[in-house]
């Protein structure tokens, strides 16, 4: 006899695991990836705005403000959790009047509006 472990039974796999058990673990570690790339994406954006000038009603309904881009310096903007343009009552973030990239990560209740100063174009990515 030489000393080595019988090999397991046909149909199981390591420790007599089963192959339904090792599908089981493969879809269960598959869901929870999924489920953190998808939790990633809305705090780092889904959807972004494209170039603004003006004032913009950039997403309509709750959701979270993630980024802003500013391309073009003015003077500074604002925006606001609203779903209408003229309604300016509930500024969440101060748009800096310098070109960069700044990080909001802002839930939002209502909408996203962007108020850019004048001159400044921005890009808003949001989820």
Known sequence: MS?????????????GVS???ILT???NVAQAINQ???AYQQ???IS??????????VK???????????????AAGKIYDS????????????????????VLNMAVRYGIVYAPGSAQVAVIGYS
Not at 3 to 15: I, K, N, R, V, W
Not at 48 to 57: C, D, K
Not at 84 to 100: E, K, L, M
């Open 3 to 15: 000393g080595a472990p019988p090999p397991p039974p046909s149909g199981t796999g390591p420790a």
């Open 19 to 21: 192959p339904s058990d």
């Open 25 to 27: 673990v493969l879809r």
């Open 36 to 38: 953190a790339q998808q």
């Open 43 to 45: 705090v780092q954006g």
């Open 48 to 57: 972004n705005s494209g170039s603004l000038s003006a004032t913009t009603l």
């Open 60 to 74: 309509n309904g709750p959701g979270r403000a993630c980024t802003v881009i500013v391309t073009t310096a003015g």
């Open 83 to 102: 779903a209408n343009t003229s309604a300016t009552s509930n500024p969440i973030f101060d748009v800096p009047a310098t070109t960069g990239i700044y």
